[in-house]
C-alpha cells in the first residue's frame, strides 16, 4: 500500500467490508476468517443488515503491518 491510499482513509467513522477491501486487499473470505480468528479487527453492527469497522482499527491494522514490513 502507498501513503496516498493511506492518506485517503478517514480518520474516524465507519467503512462497510467494500471500502476496508479498498485499503486492506484480501478476499471477502479471507478477511471473515481474519475477523474470526481474531488477526483483523472485530465489526461493529450498525443495524440488522449493516456491518461495518471503525476507520481508526483499519488504520492501526495497515499501519502495523507496514511497521512490520520495513
Known amino acids: 500500500m502507498n501513503m496516498t491510499t493511506l492518506t485517503q482513509l478517514p480518520s474516524t467513522g465507519f467503512l462497510r467490508l467494500h471500502q476496508v477491501l479498498e485499503y486492506y486487499p484480501v478476499s471477502r473470505s479471507t478477511w471473515w476468517a481474519g475477523v474470526k480468528s ?4 472485530q465489526s461493529v453492527k450498525l443495524g440488522p443488515r449493516m456491518t461495518a469497522w471503525k476507520a481508526e482499527d483499519i488504520r492501526a491494522l495497515i499501519e502495523s503491518q507496514n511497521f512490520n514490513k520495513g
Open 38 to 41: 481474531g488477526r483483523y479487527p
